[in-house]
């Protein structure tokens, strides 16, 4: 019976870790670029529905003096200004499982120069079961 219970334990604590932190498909593009600043595009595909939230990690290999996102708000910067956090506006807050979301942004940049290479990555920050629409 305690080997059943610490099972169920263990089994809670995986489920409970694993709904934190997703390994959606994302992906982020520059698709124009001018002196001061560069526009371009994140793109999500949730592999399972999230409800309530969601946020984005978003890391440039240069500063940007600003991000701009329509579709969430950045809720923090390093003071490098080259990891930026974005949450979801409160109306894109549930993502359906398997459709393609894309958020267009626009940076500023620091300097002149080619534009910043980019990193990000995703993280629900509830998971639901079924569609949960």
Known sequence: MKRMRAALFVFAVFSLVVGLRSEDEVSAQIHHQWRRGFI???TITPDQPIL??????????????????????????????TEFVLENQKWNANLREGETYKF???????????????????????VGEGSGF
Not at 104 to 125: A, Q, T
């Open 40 to 42: 371009g595009k994140f």
């Open 52 to 81: 309530d939230g969601w946020r984005l990690t978003v890391t440039f290999s240069k500063p940007i003096r600003r991000l701009e996102v329509w579709q969430a708000t950045v809720v923090s910067k390093n003071k490098e200004k």
């Open 104 to 126: 267009n942004f626009k940076g500023r940049k620091d300097g002149k120069g080619k534009e910043p290479s980019i990193d990000v990555s995703f993280e629900s920050l509830h």
